[in-house]
């Protein structure tokens, strides 16, 4: 476990910490073993991991985690790549938290904001995870500019409420047969939320599904196309 604070903890051991921004920027790539795993958290308000470009991998563990935010505000994760974790990125317990430009590959969910507000997930990618994104309990966050494809669900909202979607493509998510899969976008017991200018194109079963009391949501210019 590679624990970051505000003084940098441990980001000597992967990267350059930088006092001036309150950064953590990787200078390689990290590989996850059952004897050696490679959790990165992020363990002070206003810090960021960059990652540029480098890949966080994991080893299928249950309950593994690639990159943790609990209890925290304003971090920042950017520029990484996260593969074969139980969870790629998970935000919990935060607000005014950001995750961006991040590829999450192989996981069971690729990123997680749960029980956080005001917080933004941006331009990343998810592709091939049981769950591409998920929003569990959340509220006045928003999800711009991410793509969501080749998963079982691209995006999961649950039990959240005035969460933004903009810009997103959410496409080709796949059903095994397995619970909900094949869904682009599925929003469970959530309200007040906005979809705006979002793509859904060829997933299996459905492009967008609400379920559960899911009411008092606008859908606004959106592309449908399955």
């Known amino acids: 476990t590679i624990v970051d604070d505000k003084f940098g903890g441990d980001c000597n051991l992967i990267g350059t910490w930088t006092d001036a921004t309150n950064t953590c920027t990787l200078s390689t790539d990290i590989s996850s073993t059952e004897r050696n795993p490679s959790t990165i958290i992020l363990g002070a308000d206003d810090i960021t991991l960059n990652g540029r470009q480098h890949t966080l991998s994991g080893y299928d563990a249950s309950g593994s985690i690639g990159i943790s935010i609990t209890g925290r505000s304003g971090v920042t994760i950017t520029d990484i790549a996260v593969s074969n974790f139980n969870y790629g990125v998970v935000v919990g317990s935060s607000n005014h938290c950001s995750v ?3 590829t999450a590959t192989d996981n069971v969910i ?10 933004t997930i941006s ?7 049981a769950s591409g994104i998920s929003v569990l309990s959340s509220e006045n966050s928003t999800l711009s500019g991410n ?10 909202l649950q039990n959240s409420q005035s969460v933004t979607f903009t810009n997103n493509s959410i496409e080709n998510n796949i059903d095994d047969g397995s619970s909900d899969s094949g869904t682009g976008l599925l929003i469970d017991n959530s309200t007040y939320n906005v979809f705006e200018l979002n793509n859904f194109s060829n ?18 210019g959106n592309t449908f196309a399955n």
């Open 100 to 102: 961006s430009r991040v």
């Open 203 to 220: 997933n299996d079963n459905h492009g967008a599904w609400l379920q559960n009391g899911s009411n008092l949501n606008s859908f606004i």
């Open 147 to 156: 793509t969501a494809s080749q998963n079982k669900i691209g995006i999961k």
């Open 110 to 119: 690729g990123i997680k904001l749960n029980d956080s507000t005001l917080s």
């Open 123 to 129: 331009n990343s990618t998810a592709i091939q995870n």
